[in-house]
């Protein structure tokens, strides 16, 4: 499944490259729903994450040429997305305390490149497995497969309260692990995108 994604992927980048809005299209179906969870897990606000995925999508099309097949093309997004998201931070002057609090100062990107998604994803993964069975659903749930909150505590017959609860408990006992281990934060966000 991965490499047949991947193999999209860069069919699908090719096809950008060379301008083709039907592909423009297809990345913003697949990913702008994404990237606007992960904005406004940030940001707190729907108008500006609408606002972030138009930016990015924008900076996109812009940038089309620059693409690389062999790049992850989530990666990339990602990366302008987050860097469009400390800009808005450090333009209200508030990306310090936030970084503080959410143990990023030290994280930094320098290339997407650098980062290998797929064996955090796997370590991450391997994590998981020390959590209570019903969290470790939860975050699967939430974090893998895109459900909403609300979705999650449809399917399992929970409060949406519940769910929040066992995500946010999760979430800090993974965030721990990682911090334990010197990797850096901003990683594990990057790949744990609603």
Not at 68 to 92: D, G, L
Not at 112 to 125: A, G
């Amino acid at each position: 499944m991965k490499s047949v994604e991947k193999n999209s992927d860069k069919q699908l980048i090719s096809k950008l490259k060379s301008g083709n809005i039907l592909a423009f299209n297809q990345f913003f179906d697949i990913y702008s729903s994404k990237l606007f969870y992960f904005a406004k897990g940030y940001l707190k606000s729907v108008e500006e994450s609408e606002e972030l995925v138009q930016e990015v999508f924008t900076t996109i099309w812009e940038k089309r040429g620059q693409l690389k097949e062999e790049s992850s093309f989530k990666a990339y997004i990602f990366t302008i997305a987050f860097n469009i998201i400390k800009k808005h931070f450090r333009e209200k002057a508030q990306f310090r305390k936030f970084a503080d609090n959410e143990l990023l100062s030290e994280a930094t990107i320098e290339t997407t490149q650098q980062i290998d998604y797929n064996s955090l994803k796997d370590y991450i993964l391997e994590l998981t497995k020390s959590l209570p069975e019903k969290r470790r659903e939860v975050f699967i749930k939430s974090r893998f497969e895109g459900h909403s909150n609300k979705e999650i505590a449809d399917e399992l017959g929970l409060s949406k309260k519940t769910i929040e609860n066992h995500l946010n408990l999760a979430l800090k006992e993974i965030r721990n692990k990682i911090e334990n281990k010197k990797l850096p934060v901003i990683l594990f966000f990057f790949m744990f995108i609603k």
